[in-house]
């Protein structure tokens, strides 16, 4: 079973830093092009930022600009997002998303251009 796994949400108070790590015990993330969403009760699954195979390339929502950076280290399997000045409004669940690198009609904010997502980890802001 292919597995995504979120790691490092919380609790934390605006202003503050979190950083949230995806690892994967059955996919080599080096083959993927990489992704957060985040998702609050009622609302849609919404694009946070994303990050090609070589990490070369990044881009995020214009609600987290500035504020929260994406990486990845391939020789770890791993995947990152760092969120700094973190405000209330960023309180919600946070999925990694994978995709295979090259992937045909690829979209870096649709959903639908991920084959893989995580469970997921909550992060809540308080002010």
């Known amino acids: 079973q292919v597995r995504l796994v979120e790691s490092g949400g919380g609790l934390a108070q605006a202003g503050a830093s979190l950083t949230l790590s995806c690892s994967s015990s059955?996919?080599?993330?080096?083959?993927?092009?990489m992704a957060w969403f985040r998702q609050v009760p009622g609302k849609e699954r919404e694009f946070v930022a994303h990050i090609t195979w070589t990490g070369k390339i990044t881009s995020y929502a214009d609600s987290v600009k500035g504020r929260f950076t994406i990486s990845r280290d391939n020789g770890k399997n791993l995947a990152y997002l760092q969120m700094n000045i973190l405000k209330p409004e960023d309180t919600a669940v946070y999925y990694c998303?994978?995709?295979?690198?090259?992937?045909?009609?690829?979209?870096?904010?649709?959903?639908?251009?991920?084959?893989?997502w995580g469970q997921g980890a909550q992060v809540t802001v308080s002010s």
């Open positions: 059955t996919l080599s993330l080096s083959m993927y092009t």
């Open positions: 998303a994978a995709t295979p690198r090259g992937r045909a009609a690829y979209q870096r904010a649709s959903i639908g251009s991920y084959e893989f």
